[in-house]
T-cell receptor, first 112, second 119 residues
Framework: KQEVTQIPAALSVPEGENLVLNCSFTDSAIYNLQWFRQDPGKGLTSLLLIQSSQREQTSGRLNASLDKSSGRSTLYIAASQPGDSATYLCAVRDSGYSTLTFGKGTMLLVSP | GAVVSQHPSWVICKSGTSVKIECRSLDFQATTMFWYRQFPKQSLMLMATSNEGSKATYEQGVEKDKFLINHASLTLSTLTVTSAHPEDSSFYIC???????????????FGAGTRLSVL
């Protein structure tokens, strides 16, 4: 059964720092991996989707990489801002399945 | 882009009543929809997979008779929490699996969630 782990569980940084969020998964036979953002009490906002054949995806200040063979993905946030404060979730879609397996998330706080 | 609408966004009900939550894919058809539950400061836990025209597939530990799922059309799935109790209070989120067009295949699109509070 697929297991997804996110490290760190929480992160507090001053504004302007570059930071890296980590996601690891146990079964490398994945179809795609997705990073989401969730604000308190809100639904999910999809940030980046990486297909299994891709190595990375970029959107603005966000860059996500995927190393399928080692079961790892990282989300890089450049020049962090207070508005980036949220919980970031990593989810994996296994090959041949339609369900997603979520990590527990990284709670990010960016202080002014 | 693909949009999934979930309604209501917040519901408060008395213990023992039933609550229905709707999940609609607005600009694409979804043969498969999913229902998740999220407790405070926890991640999303899949409750069930809803397939259009057939019975839902429930995850282990989820009571079928308590959480009734109906997926009667290609754009609508409903979750009914029957005889709700305070322990059912949670954040419920639905998603729809894209089948093409506005909703790309093999990508789940999420609703905004429903916060259920049972008094």
């Amino acid at each position: 059964k697929q297991e997804v782990t996110q490290i760190p569980a929480a992160l507090s940084v001053p504004e302007g720092e570059n930071l890296v969020l980590n996601c690891s998964f146990t079964d490398s036979a994945i179809y795609n991996l997705q990073w989401f953002r969730q604000d308190p009490g809100k639904g999910l906002t999809s940030l980046l989707l990486i297909q299994s054949s891709q190595r990375e995806q970029t959107s603005g200040r966000l860059n996500a990489s995927l190393d399928k063979s080692s079961g790892r993905s990282t989300l890089y946030i450049a020049a962090s801002q207070p508005g980036d404060s949220a919980t970031y979730l990593c989810a994996v879609r296994d090959s041949g399945y339609s369900t997603l397996t979520f990590g527990k998330g990284t709670m990010l706080l960016v202080s002014p | 882009g693909a949009v999934v609408s979930q309604h209501p966004s917040w519901v408060i009900c008395k213990s023992g009543t039933s609550v229905k939550i709707e999940c609609r894919s607005l600009d694409f058809q979804a043969t498969t929809m999913f229902w998740y539950r999220q407790f405070p400061k926890q991640s999303l836990m899949l409750m069930a997979t809803s397939n259009e025209g057939s019975k839902a597939t429930y995850e282990q530990g989820v009571e079928k008779d308590k959480f009734l799922i109906n997926h009667a059309s290609l754009t609508l799935s409903t979750l009914t929490v029957t005889s709700a109790h305070p322990e059912d209070s949670s954040f419920y989120i639905c998603s729809a699996d894209g089948t093409g067009g506005s909703g790309a295949k093999n990508i789940q699109y999420f609703g905004a969630g429903t916060r259920l509070s049972v008094l």
